[in-house]
C-alpha cells in the first residue's frame, strides 16, 4: 500500500502506520489479502463512489482478522453463537 491506490481512500499514510504495527502472521496475511481485494477492484475501475476513511476501514478489518477462533469457526461451518462484543 506504499502509493495511493485511488485518490478516493483518505488516511493512505495512516492506514499503513496500522499495517506495519501487526506482528501476528495470520493477521497480517488476512488483512493483505483484504487489501489486494481493494486494490483489485480500484484497478478494475471500480473506486468508492465517494471519499473513504481507509485508517478507519483498516482499523475494523485488524480488528476483525485477529479474531482467529471466530474466522475458524465461521470458514468451517461451526456454530458462532452470538457476535462478540
Known sequence: MAE???DGLLYQKEAQVLLDAVTDKTTRDLV???LATVYREAQSGCPPRTDLDFEFVVRTVIGFCEQHDLIR????GGEIGAWPE
Open 32 to 34: 493483505g489479502a483484504f
Open 4 to 6: 495511493a491506490i485511488t
Open 73 to 76: 469457526s465461521i470458514v468451517t
